[in-house]
Each structure stands twice: as C-alpha cells, then as structure tokens.
C-alpha cells in the first residue's frame, strides 16, 4: 500500500503577539525556537514567560530544523486528504506535534530522521512541517 | 485532611436517552437532576451544592442553577474535559467534609450526535487559546491525537491491534445486556481489525460512539446517605491530576492517571488488587490500556497481555471493566464519559447491573476518568468507592 502525500488545505495558524517572531521567520524559511536564558533550556511552542523555569528572560534563536519522528499517525478518515499526524523531537530536544509531507505516508516511522519545510496555509502563511530526512543533508 | 469516608453517592441517573434532536441540553441536565434526586429520595430543595463543567450550557453553573432553581451555598464548575464529573464528587465530598454543603448535584448533558459532532473533527476550544497555533495547523482531532499514544504504545511495547481490539470486545460482550446501549452487537477481534483504519493504528471499532444524553449524581453526608432508603456507597478515596506536552518534553509513555491512581490508592489505603470492578474512560481502546497500566492493573507496557483473551469480560476475566457496555458500546454524552463511568460503579456496588454483569459481592470499585485529549493536554481523575 501506498498513500503519497497530497496538499492539503490546513487550518490558518493563529498569529498572537507572542508568536509573530516566529511566523515571520517561517516566512523566510527558518524554524525559530524559544529559549530561556535563566535556565538555558528551549521550550516549545514559544512562550514570554519559560514554562520550565518561570522566567520572563527568553529569546528567540535559530533551530536546525532537524529531528526525528517520535510518533506519527496517518490519519486517513478526517476529510478528504490523508495527512501524517506527528510529533518530532528537534536536534535542540523539544518535541512539537506537526505533519510529515512530501514522502509515501506509509513508510513513516517512529524513529526516522526528519528536516524542516515550509507548507503554505490557504492564506499564504508558511508553515513548518517535516519530510524524511534527504541525503545530501 | 481526607475525604475517606466522609460523603457517600446517593443517587445516580443515567439519561436512557441516545438521540435528543427535540430536547435542549439544559433540559437534559434538568431530567438528569430529576432522575439523581428521584433515585437518592430526595428534592431539588435538599441541593445545596451544584457542580458541572464546560457542557453546562451558558454562563455554566450560573445559567443551570437558575433554569433548573437551586439555591446553592457552594458551586464548583472545574472543567477538566471528561473527567470532570469523577473530579466533581472528590470535590463535592471535600465541600462535605468542610461544612460548605450537604447535598451536592452534578450534572452533564449533551447532543453531539444530534449536533453532528465527531472525533474526526477538530474542537473548537474558544479563543486566545496560547497552544491552537501550533496543533490545529497540522490536522489534529479528537482520534489521531489518541492514535499518536497507541503508536508510541505499540513501538516501545510491541502492542498489537489485536490486543486493543479485546477491550472493545470485551465492552461488546457487556453492551449486548443493555437495552439502552447504542451498539448491542457481540464483536470479535476480527470485526474490529476489519472496520475502516481511521487513523494508524486506530480502527473505527476501536473509537467510542457519538451519543446525545447525560447523568447525573447526589453526592451526600453519611448521616443525610443512611435516612434514605438506597444502598450506602461511599467515597473513600480521590486523586486529580493534570498532564501536557510540558513545554515540548512530550511522553507518551504515561498519562496523568498515574498520578490520580497514586493518589486515590493511597487515600483508600488500598491496592488495584482490591478493586473487584472497575469503570475505566474508553473514549478509544489506547484509552483504557494507558489507565490500566498507569493505575497499576499491571506493569508498564504488559497492558496489552493484560486485556487481551477477554480479562475485561464480567465473569470471564479478572477486572470487569465497563459492563454498562462503557463509551465503546453504551454512550458518550457530550463527548464525555466521566459521568457514566461513575454511574456504572454506583450500579455494580449497589448490585443494581444487570444480572449477567454484575460482580458478586462487590464491595468496592474504581472510577476512573481522562479528559481533554491523551496525546496532549489531559486531566485524570480516579474515585475508589465502597459499598458500605
């Protein structure tokens, strides 16, 4: 069996004072994270105030827009598109529910490597979503 | 202080109703409430306290406490999903328990089925919610949410569909003596691995059915709970808990539940090895294989061992779980099976199942409830009630 990826009309991502930064910078084709410099930890999705530490001291910094699939999930019943529900846990170590594109759906796996692209909404936002890992990367 | 011991359920209403489309959902609480108060002996002037949560329709306890006029001197409308209405009676017992009030009701209603609600649809959580932008972009329902836990599940543990397919079977084989439950049909591990694949590696057998309806709940003092004429159940111990994706440590390898479970065992100063009856949240199959582990039915990653070969079944296995036919079979009103989960463990500990489910002598029970959605935000609450 074979399900390949098709586009697929998503949900506009809401855009909050606190996350412009980041759909900006998907704009330009590059994942931004959130970091605390109290704790030094990242944290996902991006918050003003660190969700591990409580600090309002975080900045924004560039991610590598590698990871690897922790789990995944094709949905095939939930409107017309089959679509690769997933969470990827980032080189930085913060996981983030997203989708899987550009690959056989079918051949996903919890475990395989993954990089960022950007998927455009209805709207013309860029969105991060992830594909198999390419070898020349 | 503890709750143990100090409130009892006095009544308990289970709307037989699957399909509502000519009612309203503050009807629905209303005959609920009704239907608790009728069961326990009691008057809607005896309620004192009124708990509900996020179905209550309106400005929720403030708009159901006038339509169906009560005059509380306590309220409590804490939403965690689900499993609110479990969380309600440890709540409403501590309300007890400091002198707040005597009589508590708690009330869920609702009409997904006639409002064509599904799982396969995205929820609609309101507005300014900080988490949306970065979950309702990438598709998530209800159903694939659960089904990222069972594939986590199946590649740490090596879980199998056909072991998840034994609790729908087994809640099949309880649905099959409820006249009012939605799916009566005996279903085997077969049936299920051949319904439609919703989303990897869960099958449309393996999800609950979308129902209209509701309950409701009396929770009492043990003074108030021995005037009545009804068997005396009583709450001897609770735990609540809260789990989420923790600022991007996302594990899937537990839910909240273990932190209830731990909770509520050791206020009940008791073992899952004393519970004779156990009504665990089916939402899906996953659901109820996640809270058998994490309440400690047995170890990490043996729940799929644990349920298959019909341990589930009422006087086949050795937990009888849901033998109302639980959310996989019975019902699920308001997308919400806290309240019903409830009901059934008042039923079996009053020995008022029916009689090809019920439990000998059982003495005491587990409640146990998730809401929100278990591969993200979740809210566990688990009750250990006892037939006095």
Redesign the interface.
């Known amino acids: 069996m074979t399900t390949p990826y098709q586009e ?1 009309a ?7 004072p606190d ?1 412009e930064v980041l759909w900006q910078s998907a704009s330009k084709g590059i994942l931004m994270l959130k970091c605390c410099k109290s704790c030094n ?5 991006p ?1 003003p105030v ?3 530490c409580g600090s309002s001291n975080t900045f924004w910094s560039q991610a590598s827009g590698k990871g690897v699939v ?10 017309p598109i089959p ?1 690769a ?3 990827i ?1 980032l080189d930085e ?7 899987i594109v550009d690959c056989d759906l079918d051949t996903l796996q ?2 395989d490597k993954v990089e960022v692209v950007f998927k455009s ?1 209805p709207a013309g936002q860029a ?1 991060p ?1 992830f594909r198999p890992a390419q070898p020349h990367t | 202080m503890t709750i143990r011991g100090k409130a009892c359920i006095a009544g308990a209403y289970e709307h037989p109703t699957r399909k509502s489309p000519d009612k309203t959902v503050a009807q629905l609480h209303a005959e609920c409430a009704q239907g608790a108060l009728a069961d326990a002996g009691l008057s809607l002037h005896d309620v004192d306290g009124y708990f509900c949560a996020g179905d209550a329709p309106g400005l929720g306890a403030l708009s159901m406490a006038d339509y169906m006029g009560l005059q509380c001197r306590h309220v409590d409308s804490t939403d965690t999903g689900g499993s609110s209405y479990l969380l309600h009676v440890s709540h409403a017992a501590q309300a007890i328990a400091a002198g707040k009030c005597n009589v508590a009701l708690i009330t869920l209603a609702g009409r997904p089925r006639s409002e064509s609600s599904s799982g396969t649809q995205p929820r609609n959580w309101g507005q300014n919610v900080p988490d949306e932008p970065f979950e309702l972009p990438y598709g998530v329902v209800t159903v694939n949410n659960y089904a990222l836990v069972a594939a986590r599940h199946m590649h740490d543990w090596g879980t199998t569909s056909e072991q998840l397919a034994w609790i729908k079977v087994a809640a099949s084989h309880h649905a099959q003596h409820n006249p009012n439950a939605m799916l009566r049909d005996v279903v085997t591990v077969a049936d299920v691995l051949a319904s439609p694949m919703i989303s990897d590696p869960l099958h449309r057998l393996d999800c609950c059915v979308v129902s209209d309806g509701g309950g409701a709940l009396i929770v009492t003092r043990p003074e108030i709970a021995k005037s009545l004429k009804r068997p005396i159940v009583s709450v001897r111990g609770a735990g609540e808990a809260l789990k989420g994706p923790r600022g991007g440590r996302v594990d899937l390898s537990y839910s909240a539940a273990a932190w209830s479970g731990k909770t509520a065992f050791e206020e009940a100063v008791l073992t899952p090895a004393d519970i004779q009856y156990a009504s665990i949240y089916d939402s899906f199959t996953i659901t109820v294989l996640m809270q058998l582990e994490d309440l400690g039915f047995c170890k990490k990653g043996e729940g799929g061992r644990f349920v298959a070969d019909g341990n589930l079944i009422s006087g086949v296995g050795k937990l009888p779980f849901n033998t109302d036919g639980g959310g996989l079979c019975n019902n699920h009103p308001s997308n919400r099976g806290g309240m019903t989960k409830v009901i059934e463990a008042v039923r079996q500990l009053r020995n008022e199942a029916h009689p090809q489910v019920q439990v000998k002598n059982c003495g005491i029970a587990l409640a146990q409830g998730m809401g929100g959605q278990l591969g993200s935000r979740h809210g566990s609450a688990t009750l250990i009630l006892e037939r006095q």
Request: positive net charge.
């Open positions: 697929r998503f949900s506009e991502p809401v855009v909050y996350n930890e990242f944290h996902w999705y918050r660190c969700p591990l922790y789990s995944v999930s094709v949905t095939r019943r939930a409107g679509f529900l997933a969470y846990t170590g913060v996981t983030m529910m997203s989708n919890i475990g909404s969105v979503m």
